[in-house]
């Protein structure tokens, strides 16, 4: 029997590759040789913007799904929070696998949790989501603008407390030695600088080698991405409180889109998870039907326990001055359906009015 060669799209980032790397594992179990395809998107290409700015046709998404439509390949891995709520009718999400935690982390050099910052600390972010609730949170947080891999995210958050430390190691040794070379007095540090520097990770050694622009106290990430990164155990991280940060629609959670049926029929077969695609679809319906995209703060998190999946929503103003919060359980057997009740009530209770104020914002930015 002759094997068959199933092209996937990929971003070409390290966290993309992951994701893709295992729906090809998976995928690769049925007798199919996966082969990844790296395609540039628009997200990629332009470094300096923030999320929301890129527009709401998909900047990290709408490349890959083109190359599917176009035949190209035959399916394409996508982060499913990045994912616009409406898509060609000819694509499906044929597969949705089994979702990573969802929530987001504080991620500091020292492990200090969001209430342990001091006052004014620099928080980073690419997240229209994460700043409002950061600010609705404390509004004493500067947030402060942050793009790039997961890995340049944690690499720009380390520089400033890495290079002090070196340099306050040198001057230590320098001081030590004296001007003639002699010991003057005992070095607060037990590694010499050289020392210090080879027992670090690579990690922190890249991000020695960081210019500065901005000087971080805390970043705030996805734990999905930080885990598939490879990086949760070489960083220091609080989990946020999802009362307070409710996650994006879909976080965590991967989705494949193809067109082919057989394709479609194939992948869904191999791949889906039913839970989280219940999950999913709730949390995508009610953003979907408040038509917050990627251009409002809105956040969306269901569970489904038993005969009933409980959902939060936040819904806040873009500085975080006003939250919309509520929670509510919808029976599992009608989960569309209720879903799209649950946000025609949020949208009356002001949710809409702060959605329509996102987007009056960002069409003027």
């Given at each position: ?58 900047a990290f998404v709408r490349a890959l799904d083109e190359r599917v439509l176009a035949g190209d390949v035959d399916a394409a891995v996508h982060s499913m929070k990045d994912m616009p709520t409406e898509k060609p009718n000819d694509l499906v ?157 879909g976080q965590g959670a991967i989705a494949v889109t193809a067109s082919d049926p057989e394709i479609i029929d194939l992948v869904h077969d191999k791949l889906d998870h039913p839970r989280t695609r219940v999950e ?86």
């Amino acid at each position: 029997m002759t094997t068959r060669t199933l092209r996937l799209a990929t971003r070409g980032s390290a966290l993309a590759r992951a994701q893709a790397s295992s729906v090809q594992e998976a995928l690769g179990s049925r007798r199919l040789d996966v082969e990844l395809v790296e395609v540039e998107t628009e997200g990629d290409r332009i470094q300096d913007e923030l999320i929301h700015r890129l527009g709401k046709t998909g900047a990290f998404v709408r490349a890959l799904d083109e190359r599917v439509l176009a035949g190209d390949v035959d399916a394409a891995v996508h982060s499913m929070k990045d994912m616009p709520t409406e898509k060609p009718n000819d694509l499906v999400v044929a597969g949705v696998p089994e979702r990573a935690p969802a929530g987001d982390v504080l991620v500091t050099p020292d492990g200090k949790d969001i209430d342990e910052l001091p006052e004014g600390a620099v928080v980073g972010t690419s997240s229209l989501r994460r700043q409002a609730q950061l600010q609705n949170y404390r509004e004493d947080l500067e947030v402060a603008a942050l793009r790039g891999n997961v890995d340049t995210r944690v690499e720009k958050l380390l520089a400033t407390s890495l290079q002090r430390e070196h340099e306050a190691r040198i001057d230590d040794d320098e001081e030590r030695k004296g001007k003639h070379g002699k010991t003057d007095h005992e070095s607060e540090f037990d590694q010499r600088p050289d020392e210090w520097f080879d027992s670090l990770s690579e990690l922190e050694r890249q991000a020695m080698g960081r210019k500065v622009e901005t000087e971080y106290d805390a970043i705030v990430l996805a734990e999905a991405g930080l885990k598939r990164s490879g990086l949760a155990d070489k960083v220091e991280y609080q989990r946020l409180e999802r009362t307070s940060f409710v996650p994006a629609p879909g976080q965590g959670a991967i989705a494949v889109t193809a067109s082919d049926p057989e394709i479609i029929d194939l992948v869904h077969d191999k791949l889906d998870h039913p839970r989280t695609r219940v999950e999913t679809t709730v949390e995508r319906t009610i953003l979907a039907e408040l038509g917050g995209g990627c251009i409002a703060p809105v956040g969306v998190h269901a569970l489904l326990q038993g005969e009933h999946v409980h959902v939060d929503v936040q819904v806040l103003a873009t500085d975080g001055s006003e939250a919309i919060k509520t929670s509510r359980n919808l029976p599992v057997g009608n989960h569309a359906n209720a879903a799209r009740d649950f946000a025609a009530d949020l949208s009356e209770r002001g949710a809409g009015q702060l959605v329509e104020d996102a987007r009056k914002e960002a069409e003027e930015e």
